[in-house]
């Protein structure tokens, strides 16, 4: 039986839905994976056998941070509108936006109560074209230079880490052309950017898990209160680190705080969280009890009192435990 050949629009956005898996550098195993659906319904979708449904096109716009207009149709008209009024006019550097910015314009249009009034398994060109697109038209309008996700406690880490590599991608691409204009050194803003990044998510991190923060050590960090306080911070800031070379980090400055630094830290922070759950655990059923709050064997218990490190994740649980125990 010879088969039915798509219209050229569900080809075309067919053919688009294996374009943003690429440039995602994802196989299409784990591309389907994230979206809950088979390899081989992707397969269909990609080789233009099955028209792309609404609900695993939003789905998809949404795990990966892919415009929903862009797949639907191809265009940036939603954000050609709008660009104006954020101060970018037509030319050549809306040019450059459409695919530094506006191809990976997510809005999370499957969060919106819209999508669900659009009967299950409509074609998603049709629903776009009837429902979605005045929703998305809506938000770019709002959330015009960053993706908006609307995240839940059923998503996993893969979101966050998708979401943030989207962000920092375009970033890196915006400074880089921002460097350009100047007569800079591509180079010149990303390291920048980079130093910045690193140091700030280590410190959201340490405090987040609670470790101790050394006040002497963190001085250099001045420069988060200078960026949102000093209207002329960016100037000097960039000129003083411009000519770096390398992300590695310096005696003195910015980049005293690293990744490659924590290792120090967190020991010493674990041997205390060791004596706190000793002194916690010392009365007689206590070690039974971790265990249930831990879902784990008691001999694993004793094995963390004993200094084996926990890991991160159950590092946070005996933090919580010991701390009600402390409480009581």
């Keep these: 039986m ?34 809950g659906i088979e390899r081989s319904t992707l397969l269909n979708y990609e080789q233009g056998r099955t028209p792309l449904r609404f609900g695993t096109a939003l789905r998809f716009c949404r795990q990966f941070i892919i415009s929903e207009e862009w797949l639907a149709t191809g265009k940036y008209d939603a954000c050609h509108a709008v660009a104006p009024q954020h101060g970018v006019m037509d030319g050549s550097e809306i040019e450059q936006l459409d695919l530094l910015i506006f191809r990976r314009q997510c809005v999370d249009l499957l969060s919106e109560p819209a999508a669900l009034h659009i009967p299950p398994g409509a074609l998603f060109s049709d629903a776009y074209d009837k429902t979605l697109a005045p929703e998305y038209a809506r938000l770019v309008a709002e959330f015009f230079y960053l993706p908006r996700i609307v995240v839940t ?4 880490p893969e979101l966050a880490l998708n979401l943030l590599n989207a962000i920092n991608d375009r970033f890196i691409s915006l400074l880089r052309n921002e460097a350009r204009q100047r007569g800079q050194k591509p180079s010149s803003a990303w390291r920048v950017y980079a130093r910045c990044l690193l140091d700030s998510s280590d410190l959201i991190f340490r405090k987040m898990m609670r470790f101790h923060l050394d006040l002497e050590r963190l001085h250099h960090l001045d420069w988060i209160r ?8 960016v100037i000097p800031f960039l000129e003083e680190y411009a000519a770096v070379d390398t992300l590695e980090p310096k005696k003195e400055g910015l980049t005293d705080v690293t990744l490659g630094s924590n290792s120090n830290d967190v020991k010493p922070q674990i041997k205390k969280l060791v004596l706190r759950l000793k002194r916690a655990t010392s009365a007689p059923g206590k070690k039974a009890e971790l265990a249930r709050f831990m879902k ?4 694993r218990v004793s094995e963390w009192l004993s200094g084996q490190e926990p890991g991160g994740e159950n590092t946070l649980l005996l933090l919580n435990w010991v701390e009600q125990q402390e409480r009581q």
């Design 296 to 299: 784990v064997a008691p001999a």
């Design 2 to 35: 010879r088969k039915t050949k798509l219209p050229k629009r569900e080809l075309e956005i067919c053919q688009r839905l294996r374009e943003a898996r690429e440039w995602c550098e994802l196989n299409q195993a784990g591309c389907a994976r994230q979206i």
């Design 153 to 156: 406690d059923s998503d996993q």
């Design 226 to 233: 200078a960026s949102v306080t000093d209207p002329d911070f």
